[in-house]
C-alpha cells in the first residue's frame, strides 16, 4: 500500500512539473528572422531565388507544431476566409492548409512577392482560355503550384514549362519538341494543353481534387489509392495512400489561393516589386531562312535576349532556314524599325553566318619507290597474319583455366572461339581451336612461300646482256638461259611486266637446253607452301561420320579436298561413314610427288605464261579475332564493305576469326 502511494506521488510530482512546459508557445518567428535550429528554412534557403514552386516537406507533427504556434484569432480568421471564398473547386481547411498558409505569408514572404510580380503578366492569358474551354478560374493558381509562373522552369525529373509536362505527356497533347523549339515553354500553347488536359481529368474522375491529384500523381496511380482505399472516390479518404509530395499537393493550391488573393491583407505588396504587365508585340513570319536573333535584336535596337524574351519556347538563338511560317514574337515599339528598313535585306544581313572552314593541310604526293622491283613484289605480298589459329587436343586433367595460362589468353577467349559455355567441362581428347600470334620466322617463312620470290641474279640479266654486246664469244660461252634456270616459274610471270618498264633492255632469248629430268620436281618442291612442323595435338586420321563430305572435312582440318583424295588414294569424293582418312602425307610420298594445280600448270607450260600478262593475284584476307568488315575495309586501298560482300558473296556484316576474305579481284 505504502509503495503504491510513492509511486502515485511521484507521478503526480512529474506531472506538475511538466505542466509549465505544455503551457510555453514558441515566439513567432517575424518577417526575415531566421531560428538557428530551423532546419526547415535552412532547406528552403538552399533554393535558388527564381526556383519552382517550394513544397516545405511538412511532416504531420510539423503541421500540427505550427497550428499550435499560430493564434487561435488568425486560425479561424483564415478558415473563416476560406469557407467564404465562393469558388468552383472545393477548398478544404485544416491543420496541413495552414501549414502552408504561415510558409506562404511569413516564412518565405520573397517567394510570394516574386509571384506577385508575375501574376499580372500571365493571370489573363489563363483566365481566357479557362473561359474557352468552361473550366474553373481558379485554375490559374495551380501554373503557380507547378512553375512559380517561370515559362522555362524544369524540375529535377525533367518537366519543363509553365505548366510543368513530361514529355511523353506533352507528346499526347500535340506539343513540339525538337532541337529548336520546346512548346512547353510557349505560355500560349501550354496553356491551351493544360485546360484540355484538366478538362479531360475532371470528366474521368469527376472531382476536381483527385483531377489535381491525378494531374500530379498520374491517373493510373489514383486508381491504385482508390482500389486501395476501398473504392471510395475522395481525395481525403484517400490521403493516407498516396505519395508525400502529392498529399501536400492540394492543400499547398489551397494555401496558394489564400495567398494571392489576401496578399494585401497580408502585407505582401510593396512599392519596391517591379510588376510585370503583358506588353503588345507583332508578329514576323519567318520562312525559308536562317535567321540570328541577336542580330536581328541589334539591328532594331534592342538587347541582345529581348526577342528571346518574347519568345521562350526557342532553345537556341537562331532559327534554321528550314522553318516554314513561323511566327516569331517581336515588341511592338520596333514597328517602326521594322517598316522604314527593307525586310529583304534586313533578313539577308541576319542570316546565320557559319565560321569560314580550316584550312586543308598540304599533303605531298606520293611517288613511287625507284625500284619498281621491290613495287611489283610489295604490291603482290599479302599483309602478315598476326594471329594463327593452333588446335590443341585436350588431355585428362585439362581445364579452360590451364589452357588459358598455357597459351597466354583469357579463359573467356577460349569459351568464345569454341562457343563453350561457362562452367562447362572440357572431356579427353576435344578439338579446341586457340588464336596465338604469329612469330616473325614464321611470318617472314610463310610470306617467302606464298608470294613469288625474285631471285638475287635478277640484275645480272642486264649486266650479262650488256657484256654480250661488248664481247661476242663471251655471249656464246654464258647463253642467258643459264641464268634462268634458276628462277621459278612465278619469276617468269613476273618478268614481262619488268620489260616493260625498261624498253632500252632487249634480251634475246637462246634456245632453251634440256634440263635433267631429275631438276624438275626440285623446282617444284620449292613452290610448295611450308609445312607446318609436327605437333603431337595435331590428329594424323579422322573417321567419317554421319553428314561428312569431303569439302566439309577438307574446311574442317585446314587440308585441301585434292590432298585428301591424293593421300588416301581415293577414286571419287564418296565417303561413308566409318571411313577413316589420313590426314598427313605418307611416309612413304616423295616430296613434291602431288604438287597443286596451279604449281603443276605453271611447270608444264613455262612459255606460254611468259608470252601473256599475268593475271592479278586475288588477295586473301584472315579474319582476326575483333576484326569487322569496316576495318578490314580501312586497310586495303580502294576497298569497300560493298565490295568486300559482293567479292565474298556475304548476305551480312558478320565474319568470323579464321575465316579468308577476297579483298582484291
Not at 505550427?66 to 488568425?74: A, D, G, H, I, L
Not at 482560355?129 to 522555362?152: C, F, G, I
Not at 498516396?242 to 505588396?269: C, G, M, S
Request: aromatic share 8%; with cysteine; glycine share 4%.
Amino acid at each position: 500500500m505504502k509503495k503504491s502511494l510513492r509511486t502515485s506521488a511521484l507521478l503526480l510530482l512529474l506531472a506538475a512539473a511538466a505542466r509549465p512546459a505544455l503551457a510555453q508557445t514558441e515566439p513567432v518567428l517575424q518577417p526575415g528572422q531566421v531560428s538557428a535550429d530551423d532546419t526547415l528554412q535552412a532547406q528552403q534557403q538552399l533554393l535558388r531565388a527564381d526556383s519552382l514552386v517550394a513544397e516545405p516537406a511538412f511532416s504531420p507533427d510539423s503541421a500540427k507544431l505550427v497550428w499550435r504556434q499560430t493564434p487561435p484569432e488568425m486560425r479561424d480568421l483564415v478558415a473563416d476566409r476560406i469557407g467564404c471564398y465562393e469558388s468552383e473547386m472545393p477548398l478544404v481547411f485544416n491543420n496541413t492548409v495552414m501549414a502552408f498558409v504561415n510558409y506562404f505569408t511569413v516564412r518565405n514572404r520573397a517567394y510570394t512577392q516574386r509571384v506577385l510580380e508575375r501574376q499580372n503578366l500571365y493571370f489573363p492569358l489563363f483566365e481566357k482560355y479557362l473561359a474557352k474551354y468552361h473550366l474553373p478560374q481558379d485554375l490559374k493558381y495551380l501554373a503557380v503550384v507547378e512553375s512559380a509562373l517561370l515559362p522555362q522552369a524544369r524540375s529535377r525529373v525533367g518537366a519543363v514549362g509553365l505548366w510543368q509536362f513530361m514529355g511523353p505527356t506533352a507528346g499526347d497533347l500535340r506539343l513540339r519538341r525538337d532541337e529548336f523549339i520546346d512548346e512547353r515553354m510557349n505560355p500560349e500553347k501550354s496553356t491551351e494543353a493544360a485546360c484540355k488536359f484538366l478538362r479531360d481529368l475532371h470528366r474521368y474522375f469527376g472531382d476536381w481534387e483527385l483531377a489535381l491529384a491525378a494531374y500530379n500523381y498520374g491517373s493510373g496511380n489514383v486508381n491504385k489509392a482508390i482500389r486501395r482505399a476501398g473504392g471510395q472516390r475522395n481525395f481525403w479518404a484517400i490521403y493516407k495512400y498516396l505519395p508525400k509530395e502529392t498529399r501536400d499537393y492540394v492543400p499547398t493550391f489551397t494555401a496558394i489561393l489564400y495567398t494571392l488573393n489576401y496578399a494585401k491583407e497580408h502585407n505582401l505588396h510593396d512599392a519596391a516589386l517591379h510588376y510585370r504587365y503583358p506588353e503588345p508585340t507583332d508578329t514576323l513570319l519567318i520562312s525559308g531562312r536562317s535567321l540570328d536573333l541577336y542580330k536581328l535584336a541589334k539591328s532594331v535596337g534592342l538587347d541582345s535576349t529581348a526577342i528571346l524574351a518574347h519568345n521562350p519556347e526557342l532553345r537556341k538563338h537562331y532559327l534554321p532556314e528550314y522553318f516554314q511560317n513561323y511566327p516569331l514574337q517581336v515588341p511592338v515599339c520596333v514597328r517602326t524599325e521594322l517598316a522604314v528598313q527593307d525586310r529583304t535585306a534586313l533578313l539577308d544581313f541576319c542570316k546565320v553566318t557559319l565560321p569560314p572552314p580550316a584550312p586543308l593541310t598540304p599533303v605531298s604526293p606520293l611517288l613511287p619507290p625507284p625500284d619498281s622491283t621491290q613495287a611489283a613484289v610489295a604490291a603482290t605480298a599479302p599483309e602478315k597474319p598476326r594471329y594463327r589459329r593452333a588446335r590443341h587436343t585436350v588431355r585428362r586433367g585439362e581445364t579452360v583455366a590451364s589452357l588459358a595460362a598455357r597459351y597466354e589468353v583469357d579463359p573467356s577467349q577460349i569459351r568464345r572461339w569454341n562457343k563453350l559455355r561457362r562452367g562447362q567441362n572440357l572431356t579427353p581428347h576435344q578439338q579446341i581451336f586457340v588464336y596465338v600470334p604469329v612469330d616473325a620466322e614464321s611470318v617472314s617463312t610463310v610470306a617467302a612461300a606464298a608470294r613469288p620470290s625474285v631471285p638475287t641474279q635478277l640484275p645480272a640479266v642486264a649486266t650479262a646482256s650488256k657484256a654480250a654486246k661488248e664481247t661476242a664469244p663471251e655471249k656464246a660461252k654464258t647463253p642467258l638461259p643459264a641464268v634462268v634456270e634458276d628462277a621459278s616459274p612465278a619469276v617468269s610471270q613476273s618478268a614481262p611486266p619488268i620489260a616493260a618498264k625498261k624498253p632500252t633492255t632487249k634480251i634475246t632469248r637462246q634456245p632453251r637446253p634440256t634440263e635433267p629430268a631429275e631438276k624438275q620436281p626440285e623446282v617444284v618442291a620449292n613452290l610448295q607452301p611450308v609445312a607446318s612442323s609436327s605437333d603431337d595435338s595435331l590428329p594424323t586420321e579422322y573417321v567419317v561420320r554421319k553428314g561428312d563430305y569431303l569439302t566439309k572435312i577438307a574446311r574442317e582440318q585446314n587440308v585441301s579436298v585434292g590432298q585428301l583424295t591424293s593421300w588416301n588414294k581415293l577414286e571419287s569424293k564418296q565417303v561413308v561413314p566409318g571411313q577413316k582418312l589420313t590426314l598427313r602425307a605418307p611416309a612413304d610420298m616423295p616430296a613434291g610427288a602431288e604438287p597443286r594445280p596451279e604449281v603443276a600448270q605453271a611447270v608444264q607450260t613455262p612459255a606460254k605464261r611468259s608470252t601473256h600478262s599475268a593475271l592479278p593475284t586475288p588477295r586473301v584476307h584472315l579474319v582476326q579475332p575483333g576484326d569487322t568488315l569496316y576495318n578490314i575495309s580501312r586497310r586495303y586501298q580502294g576497298v569497300t564493305v560493298d565490295k568486300l560482300r559482293k567479292l565474298n558473296n556475304l548476305t551480312s556484316d558478320e565474319v568470323k576469326p579464321g575465316q579468308k576474305l577476297i579483298v582484291q579481284g
